[in-house]
């Protein structure tokens, strides 16, 4: 079955205690991204990856970084997470000019 | 810096009545725009796509329109159903290489269609 899967799923964590929250896809596709999506702002872009070793900035990247070393993953890292960055985040494979989305981590920082 | 705005954010219809939803962007320079339904707890689901060369795309009850010229796309549902009642997102990705990824969301509308 064509998936987008994220783990975890849930995460309750500590101001400044590194987390990686993975995301991989087993469409084969080149593009991949996160959003973040939290109540009255919507949908927003953290980072984007057109394909392996090739990243770029979203709408807002401050505190995250990411890495794309093959094309089935794309893990989001928070160094050092802060209660700000509480909220629920989405990865996302692509392919022909649409996106699959996966089910979401609902992430907050204590 | 192109702002995605769907208005109402809100629609409550009783079942049988059409749908229409609004879109509207910024920046008429787009590649193409897609709509989204997402149910609670769940992620996206990607449901119509149009290029910026085409007007409209059409899939069952679903149609989207597209007017560059005037910022705007609306997303029509025929005969709503209860099963339609979902928030729904529009988004619309930059005229530029190698940018189709780089999507800007609208902050979506809340739709509860009653029996």
């Known amino acids: 079955e064509a998936q987008v899967t994220q783990n975890p799923r849930y995460l309750i964590t500590v101001t400044g205690k590194k987390l990686t929250v993975t995301c991989s896809q087993n469409?084969?596709?080149?593009?991949m991204s996160w959003y973040r999506q939290d109540p009255g702002l919507g949908l927003r872009q953290i980072y984007y990856s057109m394909n392996v070793e090739v990243t770029d900035k979203g709408d807002v990247p401050e505190g995250y970084k990411v890495s794309r070393k093959e094309k089935r993953n794309f893990p989001l890292i928070l160094e050092s997470p802060s209660p700000n960055q509480t909220s629920l985040y989405f990865c996302a494979s692509g392919g022909d000019n649409t996106q699959y989305f996966g089910p979401g981590t609902r992430l907050t920082v204590l | 810096k192109q702002e995605v705005t769907q208005i109402p954010a809100a629609l409550s219809v009783p079942e049988g009545e059409n749908l229409v939803l609004n879109c509207s962007f910024t920046?008429?320079?787009?590649?193409?725009l897609q709509w989204f339904r997402q149910d609670p707890g769940k992620g996206l689901t990607s449901l119509l796509l149009?290029?910026?060369?085409?007007r409209e795309q059409t899939s069952g009850r679903l149609n989207a329109s597209l007017d560059k010229s005037s910022g705007r796309s609306t997303l029509y549902i025929a005969a709503s159903q209860p099963g339609d009642s979902a928030t729904y997102l529009c988004a619309v990705s930059p005229w530029a290489t190698d940018s189709w990824g780089k999507l800007q969301f609208g902050a979506g509308t809340q739709v509860v269609v009653t029996p």
């Open positions: 469409m084969n596709h080149e593009y």
């Open positions: 149009i290029q910026s060369s085409q």
């Open positions: 920046d008429s320079a787009i590649y193409n």
